[in-house]
C-alpha cells in the first residue's frame, strides 16, 4: 500500500515562505511523476507543479517565479518552496504521484492560510 505524508503547512502572513514536503512509503514505489495541487474552498482542484523523475518541472502560470518544487528520489520524498505567499495561495495543498504503471496517489492534503 503507497502511501504520501504531506508536512510543512502552516499560516503565515503575505510575503512570507514556507516548504511543504511528502514523504512517499509503501512497496514498489517508484514514481514517475510526483508533484502538489491544491484545492481552495468552494473550488475545484488544480496542478501547482509537477516534477519528472529526471527532475522535469512544470509549474502553474500563477505560482511560477515563486514556487519552486525539488525532488529527493533515494527518499521518495518531494518538498515545494513557496515564497512571496499570497492571499490567493491560501488552500489545502495535496501530495500527487504516478507511478510507472500510472496509478495515481494522494496525500491527505496539509492546510496553508496566507494573512493579509
Known amino acids: 500500500q503507497v502511501q504520501l505524508v504531506e508536512s510543512g503547512g502552516g499560516l503565515v502572513q503575505t510575503g512570507g515562505s514556507l516548504r511543504l514536503a511528502c514523504a512517499g512509503s509503501?512497496?514498489?514505489?517508484?514514481?514517475?511523476?510526483m508533484g502538489w495541487y491544491r484545492q481552495a474552498p468552494g473550488k475545484q482542484r488544480d496542478l501547482v507543479a509537477t516534477i519528472s523523475r529526471s527532475g522535469s518541472t512544470n509549474y502553474a502560470a500563477s505560482v511560477k517565479g515563486r514556487f519552486t518544487i525539488s525532488r529527493d528520489n533515494a527518499k521518495n520524498t518531494v518538498y515545494l518552496q513557496m515564497n512571496s505567499l499570497e492571499p490567493e495561495d491560501t488552500a489545502v495543498y495535496y501530495c500527487?504521484?504516478?507511478?510507472?504503471?500510472?496509478?495515481?496517489?494522494w496525500g491527505q492534503g496539509t492546510q496553508v492560510t496566507v494573512s493579509s
Open positions: 500527487y504521484g504516478q507511478d510507472y504503471r500510472l496509478n495515481d496517489y
Open positions: 509503501g512497496t514498489a514505489l517508484n514514481m514517475r511523476v
